[in-house]
């Protein structure tokens, strides 16, 4: 079958295209991540994706527009919460490149990652599947998340530490303060 695969970050990437391609999938990835700021950290990210699909011979779509007003005024406004609005927004644009593409499903490496929202994932993902009118393939691959890092690190990849858009930055620096 063939499957594209968005990606969000080369170490997310690590696991699910190994487990992937021992499954016997024809694989290309997708990398369409306008939520991920400042503008340094996405080139970052992207450039680390770059050289891990180098390593690994992993054909790649890159869609670097950077919609960054849009994805924050949405955030900021979204009924369903900013993480609703993120993953639909990734994953449809996943979905219409498979169909207009010919591959026959798509899924994401977000769904490795133990800290991602994984049931509304895949609640947004079969939503988009169904409007998009191109299968879903779900995988849960958190069993493999300690196999991937243990992969990123060996390959000297830059791990990320917050999970890409500017209130996750604050979530994960912004100590709470000290009463007094
Ligand atoms: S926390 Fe992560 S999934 Fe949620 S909106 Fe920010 S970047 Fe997207």
Known sequence: MSL?????????AAYPVKFLRE???SLSGYFYNPNIHPYKEFQKRLETLQDYVKQVELELIVDDQYCLEEFLLQALHSEQGRCHNCYEMRLRQTAKYAKAHGFEAFSST???????????????????ARQEEIPFAYFDFRSGWYEGVAISKQMELYRQPYCGCIFSEKERYLKPKKEK
């Open 4 to 12: 594209l695969l968005h990606i969000c970050c080369g170490p997310c």
């Open 23 to 25: 499954q016997g999938y």
């Open 110 to 128: 977000l769904l490795v990652s133990p800290y991602q929202k994984h049931q509304l994932i895949i609640d947004v993902a079969e939503q988009v």
